[in-house]
Nanobody, 123 residues
Framework: QVQLVESGGGLVQPGGSLRLSCKASEFDFRYYNLGWFRQAPGKEREGVSCIDSDDGNTVYGKSVKGRFTVLAAGAEKMIYLQMNSLKPEDTAIYYC????????????????WGQGTQVTVSP
């Protein structure tokens, strides 16, 4: 079965940066897209980013566009989320997950999820 393991979460000051990693096992980019979601207590799950492995297109959620960047290392079966200019409202549990991209660039959830890693942005 597909296994996804996130790491790199922690506490960071507003305006700071953090880099998350996701290691995929039993995974093939030919069959799945991989990306990131996040969820804060009392809020709906939000799509952060998704990479279309068929054409390399990468989409980002509106709230993180221009601040977050996803990098994929296919040979190593890893993806990274580089988060810059962090804001307190970015505080959430971040999940690596399989994903899809709709025709209007909406990030759709897939079936496989990691355990999550906590990101806290606070002075």
């Amino acid at each position: 079965q597909v296994q996804l393991v996130e790491s790199g979460g922690g506490l960071v000051q507003p305006g700071g940066s953090l880099r998350l990693s996701c290691k995929a096992s039993e995974f093939d980019f030919r069959y799945y897209n991989l990306g990131w979601f996040r969820q804060a207590p009392g809020k709906e799950r939000e799509g952060v980013s998704c990479i279309d492995s068929d054409d390399g297109n990468t989409v980002y959620g509106k709230s993180v566009k221009g601040r977050f960047t996803v990098l994929a290392a296919g040979a190593e079966k890893m993806i990274y989320l580089q988060m810059n200019s962090l804001k307190p409202e970015d505080t959430a549990i971040y999940y690596c997950a399989t994903c899809g991209i709709s025709s209007d660039d909406t990030i759709m959830p897939g079936a496989y999820w990691g355990q999550g890693t906590q990101v806290t942005v606070s002075p």
